[in-house]
């Protein structure tokens, strides 16, 4: 137990370093220890129990500029070691604030289904004017497939509107159908054999989100049979000798 009248001062820069000395023990510990010459003056017992010089004499005054001191000083020290043990906090709260809500499963499964047709050049031939603006269509006119053929020794054939093949299976039937597909050039089918499940999933989800909309592609042309609508020839044409 603490017997009073004496001080043991707190750990180094605790917050209540400062209340402690500014409280009951600061002109005891101040002056008890800053002025000798007071050490031997005469105390008197307060009612709390603790011992208090009767009086201050002109000596002790000379010491004031230092009590000051001290006084200052320790009200620094507190300051800055509070800020110092404030700023973690402060920074893990702006970190905390500054986190955007994270996308649910099936928002992201959305956006990787969105990115896959991007990077995959489904775009390319399932929307019309993609490669000509230079792929900024909305997403509300993608993948409606093209009345535009594709002209080649196979006869000519139309980018199918996907978004209403999707729209029309499950997304189990849809990765059987991906797996199993053998398309007419110039759709590299063989990719879609190769791809992950899960990405086949995402893309059936993109598709499912964006919706059904518009019509369905023109029928293939056979080879030799009259065509009806604008193609581009995809065929490769050599120079004459």
């Known amino acids: ?18 209340g402690h000395l500014l409280t009951q023990d600061l002109s005891h510990f101040l002056v008890r220890t800053l002025s000798p010459r007071l050490r031997s003056s ?17 000596t002790s005054m000379k010491y004031l500029p230092r009590i000051l001191a001290v006084v200052a000083v320790a009200v620094l020290c ?10 973690p ?5 702006t970190k905390k604030k500054s986190v955007t809500k994270q996308p649910d499963s099936k928002k992201s499964k959305i956006d990787k289904g ?6 995959g ?12 603006n230079n792929g900024t269509t909305p997403d509300a006119e993608r993948l409606l497939g093209s009345a535009m053929g594709f002209k080649g ?5 139309y980018p199918l509107n996907l978004r209403l093949l999707a729209a029309n299976m499950t997304e189990d039937e849809w990765v059987t159908y991906t797996r199993t597909t053998k398309g007419a050039p110039p759709m590299p ?11 086949l999933r995402a893309i059936h989800a993109y598709l499912r989100y964006l919706g059904p909309k518009g019509e369905p592609a023109p029928s293939p042309i056979p080879p030799g049979e009259p065509i009806t609508t604008p193609y581009i020839p995809f065929e490769p044409v050599f120079p004459t000798k």
């Open 78 to 87: 507190i300051v800055v070691h509070d800020a110092v043990a404030t700023e």
């Open 114 to 119: 969105r990115y896959l047709t991007e990077i």
């Open 153 to 157: 020794p196979w006869g000519v054939t």
């Open 89 to 93: 906090l402060l920074r893990v709260e």
């Open 121 to 132: 050049g489904c775009n390319d031939c399932h929307t019309d004017g993609f490669m000509m």
């Open 42 to 58: 005469p105390t008197s017992v307060t009612p709390d129990g603790r011992l208090f010089p009767q009086q201050l004499n002109c």
């Open 1 to 18: 137990d603490e017997v009073p009248g004496t001080f043991r001062p707190p750990a180094p820069f605790d917050s209540g370093f400062i």
């Open 189 to 199: 089918w063989w990719v879609l054999h190769s791809m992950e499940e899960d990405h």
